[in-house]
């Protein structure tokens, strides 16, 4: 396998930047692309019931994710910063960690699941028509949970390990699975919502396979270390883990704010303008994982580098990367900006017909939602280099500011000022607000000195 032969303490950041960029932002893409994908199939192939119990079990997928990208992020900055000290062997034991946490979890996760499925649906607000429906989609998705979390942690990690590349190619291939197997499973073969869930166990499966193979034969310096069975050693495990939680938590948050975002939508767009306005905001809501995981490329190509550099001391190299992060995101943000001011009515064609009241909306709505992507892209990258720097309590707090804070207070107070036109600037002005906070309150990059859990 060719490796991309990276070195985050002396290779030039412009040529590091773009090693990792390209390669995050085409797997990140084709993921977001495979959710709209998911609910085409689902909704033209099965119907609309099976398309409402999909949208059932999506807040615990999407917990599944968030978990699995929390650790993941948290092990890769860590790690980071101890291949900076030399202390390759720490880097290692905090990879292990990470996984056999995950492992714990995701284990548990599925067993409720198993165990007690009927309430999980119901809690998550099933009624008696979806339950046949929800409960063939969440049995058929678990065996792929936990491959699911091989996949989340692996992706930051191989691209630490100095292998974009592959990372890249084993989001594509998972993708480009899926998206096969959902056309197989509904159409050819006509399994319904059961057939779309075991392809998206399978891509997962194999999407997860890949990254244990990467570790198991291919990686260059991160591997699988041999863990002491000790009292001692399990109290420094459990510390190692909490502290990976607590870096990683910002990206967690991230993936529940983006769940309120949609759900305190729904409400105030069906108070506003009906049925109607929730299709016409379900569209924002298929493209905002897109502008989501462009922004997040910047932030998760800058990651490495960024940590890496931190831990090393060499703050210089910390604040270029950090500039060159900023401009990224600048450019992909006008570029989003731009895309949904001047092709709302393509952005919107394949999700409505022409003829429905709800297109109109989302036609007129979108460009003013589309304001948001700029401010959006480089709040993303602030909270990722705080991420990367250790505080994680700055980032975890403007990533609530943002979803959570300024967002719902937006959502009901703009409205009543501006009418329809505030439903769709809530994102915008939140983010804005989240902007002017982050301005208001920083002070640079930090020194060197740290504060962290020695292993």
């Given at each position: 396998m060719e490796r991309d032969k990276l070195d985050f303490g002396n290779d030039s950041i412009g040529k590091l930047f773009r090693a990792m960029?390209?390669?995050?932002?085409?797997?990140?893409?084709?993921?977001?692309?495979?959710?709209?994908?998911?609910?085409?199939?689902?909704?033209?192939?099965?119907g609309s019931n099976a398309l409402a119990s999909v949208n059932i079990v999506a807040p615990l997928f999407l917990v599944c994710i968030g978990i699995g990208l929390m650790f993941g992020a948290g092990a890769s900055v860590i790690g980071s910063i101890r291949m900076a000290e030399n202390n390759l062997k720490a880097a290692k034991i905090i990879m292990t960690q990470a996984y056999i946490a995950g492992g714990v979890?995701?284990?548990?996760?599925?067993?409720?699941?198993?165990?007690?499925?009927?309430?999980?649906?119901?809690?998550?607000?099933?009624?008696?028509?979806?339950?046949?429906?929800?409960?063939?989609?969440?049995?058929?998705?678990?065996?792929?949970?936990?491959?699911?979390y091989l996949q989340c942690v692996g992706m930051m990690l191989i691209r630490l390990d100095g292998s974009p590349r592959y990372a890249m190619g084993v989001q594509v291939v998972g993708a480009v699975l899926n998206i096969f197997l959902d056309w197989f499973m509904v159409y050819p073969m006509g399994m319904g919502i059961k057939g779309v869930s075991i392809a998206t166990s399978t891509?997962?499966?194999?999407?997860?396979?890949?990254?244990?193979?990467?570790?198991?034969?291919?990686?260059?310096?991160?591997?699988?270390?041999?863990?002491?069975?000790?009292?001692?050693?399990?109290?420094?495990?459990?510390?190692?883990?909490?502290y990976m939680a607590k870096i990683g938590a910002p990206t967690f948050l991230a993936e529940i704010t983006l769940g309120i975002t949609m759900i305190t939508g729904n409400f105030q767009f069906i108070k506003y303008l009906g049925e109607d306005g929730v299709a016409a905001f379900s569209v924002g809501c298929y493209?905002?994982?897109?502008?989501?995981?462009?922004?997040?490329?910047?932030?998760?190509?800058?990651?490495?580098?960024?940590?890496?550099?931190?831990?090393?001391?060499?703050?210089?190299?910390?604040?270029?990367?950090?500039?060159?992060?900023?401009?990224?995101?600048?450019?992909?943000?006008?570029?989003?900006?731009?895309?949904?001011?001047?092709?709302?009515?393509?952005?919107?064609?394949?999700?409505?017909?022409?003829?429905?009241?709800?297109?109109?909306?989302?036609t007129e709505g979108l460009p003013l939602l589309g304001t948001c992507a700029v401010l959006f892209a480089i709040n993303i990258t602030f909270i990722g280099y705080y991420q990367s720097t250790e505080k994680a309590l700055q980032s975890s707090i403007y990533t609530l500011l943002k979803g959570v804070a300024f967002l719902i207070p937006s959502f009901i107070i703009l409205p009543r000022m501006a009418g329809v036109a505030g439903l769709w600037l809530a994102v915008p002005v939140a983010e804005l607000l989240t902007l002017t906070a982050i301005a208001a309150f920083y002070r640079g990059v930090p020194g060197a000195s740290r504060r962290n859990p020695q292993l």
């Open positions: 960029f390209f390669p995050t932002l085409i797997g990140m893409v084709f993921n977001s692309v495979l959710n709209i994908c998911d609910g085409m199939f689902v909704g033209h192939g099965v979890i995701f284990g548990v996760i599925a067993l409720v699941c198993l165990l007690f499925t009927r309430q999980v649906l119901y809690a998550l607000g099933c009624s008696p028509v979806l339950e046949p429906y929800a409960t063939d989609y969440l049995l058929w998705l678990l065996p792929g949970l936990f491959f699911l891509s997962c499966i194999v999407a997860g396979s890949m990254v244990l193979v990467y570790f198991l034969f291919f990686s260059s310096q991160l591997k699988f270390y041999r863990l002491k069975r000790t009292s001692k050693s399990l109290r420094l495990s459990l510390r190692n883990i909490r493209l905002f994982p897109i502008m989501f995981s462009i922004s997040e490329a910047v932030a998760l190509a800058s990651q490495p580098i960024i940590s890496f550099n931190y831990g090393a001391g060499q703050q210089d190299r910390v604040r270029r990367t950090l500039r060159i992060s900023l401009v990224t995101a600048l450019i992909c943000g006008v570029c989003i900006t731009c895309a949904m001011m001047f092709g709302a009515r393509w952005l919107a064609l394949p999700f409505l017909s022409p003829q429905v009241p709800a297109f109109a909306l989302a």
